[in-house]
């Protein structure tokens, strides 16, 4: 008897032909697996399929679509121990990116079949599901001005048009980080909280080489104090997330914690998982290995910490940093 599997489809994902793509699925995935497909529609997202779908005994629940879809099904996933797969079909399919997981469609089923699953990170945003990253200022103000006729329009090329143009409208803000062990203040134009992230989420990389298992947040703080030094920062970044290695500019800063607790002023828009959500304050923790998916590659580990040269830079020293939290 095949294994009971249940596909979470996004019809309206991405770009390309759903009833081409819902086809290849079934024709890898239906010699291995007794697959059921249930679909959303505008008033049924992914994450009340997904309730339902976990409570019906499936051995593994596969979301296929773009960011928002994932995010959702993943969310209702954490601390259960059911599997999770990702078939990408979206505009940017970050996550499977920054876990180098196969943007075709044929090759991310055949991942699946192949049963490889690993124990990755997961998280929490004042109460939500956290699979990506929460990105507190720029980040957010991006993601707003890329909305879907402009996706629509260029795919994700939207993000590259809009991310100039929100370059031109840059407004620093100060910014309080609180963690388990330490309280940072200074000012910056964005702070992004990761789990996990692809080299193209640029404002994520300030360590670069980011786990999605090692029970740690990387948490970038972006920091430049006129429109030359953003474009500077933005390249710098770029070019280190590329080559995998840290960033080294004084405007750019790092650290690694398992809760952090930020707070903004003026209040910052927030983008959580590539959706926009409430604005800053915004408090986000690390579950330890809360979520199995089928991966195909394991990933290296970079440097955790850099702070200094950031602007008006303090930090008060609150204990020693405790190890990571076992799930």
């Known amino acids: 008897m095949l294994p009971k599997v249940c596909l979470i489809f996004n019809p309206v994902a991405g770009q390309s032909d759903a009833t081409a793509d819902l086809q290849i699925i079934r024709d890898r995935l239906t010699p291995h697996f007794d697959l059921t497909v249930y679909e ?24 296929s679509g773009g960011d ?42 055949d991942v699946i079949t192949q049963g490889q699953i690993k124990a990755i990170d997961g998280g929490y945003c004042n109460g ?35 991310g100039v143009k929100e370059l031109q409208n840059l407004k620093p803000f100060t910014v309080e980080l609180e963690t388990e062990d330490q309280v940072i203040t200074t000012t910056a ?47 710098h970044l770029l070019q280190t997330a590329i080559q995998n ?43 330890p290995r809360g979520l199995n998916i089928y991966v195909p590659t394991e990933h290296v580990k970079g440097p955790t910490e850099k702070l200094t040269g950031l602007p008006d830079l303090k930090i008060e020293q609150k204990s020693p940093k405790p190890e990571p939290e076992k799930s």
Do not use: H
């Open 40 to 63: 959303t529609t505008p008033d049924c997202d992914g994450e009340p399929l997904a309730q339902q779908a976990k409570q019906e005994d499936f051995a593994a629940i596969l979301a």
């Open 68 to 109: 928002g879809t994932v995010s959702m099904v993943a969310g209702v996933l954490m601390e259960t121990g059911i599997p999770l797969g990702i078939i990408p079909r979206g505009t940017a399919n970050a996550f499977a990116n920054a876990l180098e997981l196969p943007t075709d469609i044929a090759a991310a089923c």
């Open 128 to 162: 939500a599901p956290l699979i990506l990253l929460a990105g507190v200022g720029f980040e957010a103000e991006v993601i707003e001005a890329a909305n879907r006729p402009l996706k629509d329009r260029l795919g994700a090329l939207a993000y590259w048009v809009a």
């Open 189 to 235: 134009i964005a702070v992004t909280v990761a789990n996990a992230a692809p080299a193209t989420s640029i404002f994520a990389q300030g360590p670069a080489m980011l786990k999605a298992d090692d029970g740690w947040l990387d948490i970038t703080i972006v920091a430049p104090t006129n429109w030359t030094g953003a474009i500077a920062a933005s390249q």
């Open 245 to 287: 290695r840290p960033a080294e500019r004084d405007d750019i800063g790092y650290l690694q914690a398992q809760r952090v607790k930020i707070t903004t002023d003026p209040p910052q828009k927030v983008v959580l998982d590539g959706e926009l959500a409430q604005n800053t304050p915004i408090e986000v923790r690390c579950v």
